[in-house]
């Protein structure tokens, strides 16, 4: 069936450090593509999102890809921040439903 | 916006007690979701109204557990009896009906212990 697989976390940054998180997914046909954050606290806020193939999804620093020749969709930021502290979950949309991975916990330090 | 609204935000029952969890999603979506979060399982899709009908309650963990929605602008889900295993936090999210808009908006979750 339809998956969506992250790297495990927790991962630990230092202030202004790049960012990759990876995501790969498994996948009949070409479903949409999304990263979800959460706060601590918090619910899921959707951070951004692709349609199709080689579209790129944008916002707040982040961005990510959606490349069907390896079935990825892998975040990164340039330079994180103390406040980009959260978890992260990519996901893909199925016949309207979300299919999550499992979550990267992101800690990042002064 | 006021966005999608939950309550209680946290709530601590016994083992055996009815629970009620609310939701109101944000106005003039036509899909509600309910989702539970544990750190075993992750995030999982209990069920998903379209037009306040049901559409998929596969992930709706066994009988003890019920959801409906009377109306476009407040769903319930119901566990009765609750049990220790069932405490998680459990969201509500909706979304808009248009084709090109498959965005989930999450609610702020309610968390529950079942002691």
């Known amino acids: 069936g339809d998956s969506v697989t992250q790297m495990e976390g927790p991962v630990t940054l230092s202030e202004e450090a790049f960012l990759t998180i990876n995501c790969t997914y498994t996948?009949?046909?070409?479903?949409?593509l999304f990263w979800y954050v959460q706060y601590p606290g918090e619910g899921l806020q959707l951070l951004l999102k692709a349609t199709k193939a080689d579209d790129k999804g944008s916002n707040k620093g982040f961005e990510a890809t959606y490349r069907k020749e390896t079935t990825s969709f892998h975040l990164e930021k340039g330079s994180v921040q103390v406040s980009d502290s959260a978890v992260y979950f990519c996901?893909?949309?199925?016949?309207?439903?979300?299919?999550f991975g499992q979550g990267t916990e992101l800690s990042v330090k002064p | 916006d006021a966005g999608v609204i939950q309550s209680p935000r946290h709530e601590v029952t016994e083992m055996g007690q009815e629970v009620t969890l609310r939701c109101k999603p944000i106005s003039g979506h036509d899909y509600l979701f309910w989702y539970r979060q544990t750190m075993m399982r992750g995030l999982e899709l209990l069920i998903y109204?379209?037009?306040?009908?049901?559409?998929?309650d596969s992930g709706m963990p066994e009988d003890r557990f019920s959801a409906k929605m009377p109306n476009a602008s407040f769903s319930t889900l119901k566990i009765q009896p609750s049990e220790p295993r069932d405490s998680a936090v459990y969201f509500c999210?909706?979304?808009?009906?248009?084709?090109?808009?498959?965005?989930?908006?999450f609610g702020p979750g309610t968390r529950l212990t079942v002691l």
């Open positions: 999210a909706s979304r808009d009906q248009g084709i090109r808009t498959d965005t989930q908006y």
């Open positions: 109204f379209n037009n306040n009908v049901p559409i998929d």
């Open positions: 996948a009949t046909g070409y479903p949409s």
């Open positions: 996901a893909l949309i199925k016949g309207g439903k979300l299919i």
